[in-house]
């Protein structure tokens, strides 16, 4: 399938699940990342939750990254020029939500995207040899391409792997894990 169609597919098999089931598979993909052996690492990305579009709730994840002591990087979108800044999250940051209800910090303490060790990165769809679609605007390849090249890139998804995404660029940047409530995908 091409990633439009994938985008499509999975909008709303995610748009037909229950509030309590995004809960359910969201705290089973939490447990899954604890099998992980990424652990040693203290510069975590994660992103906020977009509640609209029944996105993984990465609370979950985020309390054990507080449990663990990790420095937790969020970030904030900018439309115009396609790029994110990256905030360490700390008691006093504030959140807000954008237009597009993506929960954003207001500001707060810069952080390098090349000083990032793991990154949690949001998707649609994906398939088996680590490919993802998103929602079609890039903001984590250009991001993910200013990584550095060890930096462990972890798709979360609440359904299996494709077989194969169609229509994949060469700017596309692959994921080293994949994570779902049932399966631990390695790449």
Not at 130 to 146: H, Q, S
């Amino acid at each position: 399938m091409t990633k439009s169609e994938l985008r499509k597919k999975y909008k709303a098999l995610r748009n037909d699940l229950l509030l309590s089931q995004v809960d359910d598979l969201s705290m089973s993909i939490a447990n899954q990342i604890l099998k992980l052996s990424i652990w040693e690492h203290s510069i975590y990305h994660l992103f906020l939750s977009i509640e609209e579009q029944k996105e993984i709730n990465t609370d979950y994840i985020l309390n054990i990254l507080s449990g663990k002591d990790k420095n937790i990087v969020i970030s904030k979108s900018d439309f115009k020029t396609g790029l994110m800044t990256h905030f360490l999250l700390t008691d006093n940051t504030k959140i807000k939500k954008n237009s597009y209800n993506i929960p954003e910090p207001i500001d707060g303490i810069a952080i390098a995207p090349d000083t990032i060790e793991v990154v949690f990165v949001p998707l649609l769809a994906l398939d088996k040899t680590g490919n993802r679609v998103g929602y079609g605007k890039g903001f984590y390849d250009r991001f993910l391409a200013n990584c550095k090249p060890e930096t462990v890139k972890i798709g979360l998804s609440f359904f299996e792997a494709e077989d194969k995404i169609m229509d994949v660029f060469e700017s596309d940047v692959t994921l080293d894990y994949c994570v779902t409530p049932k399966t631990i995908y390695t790449f």
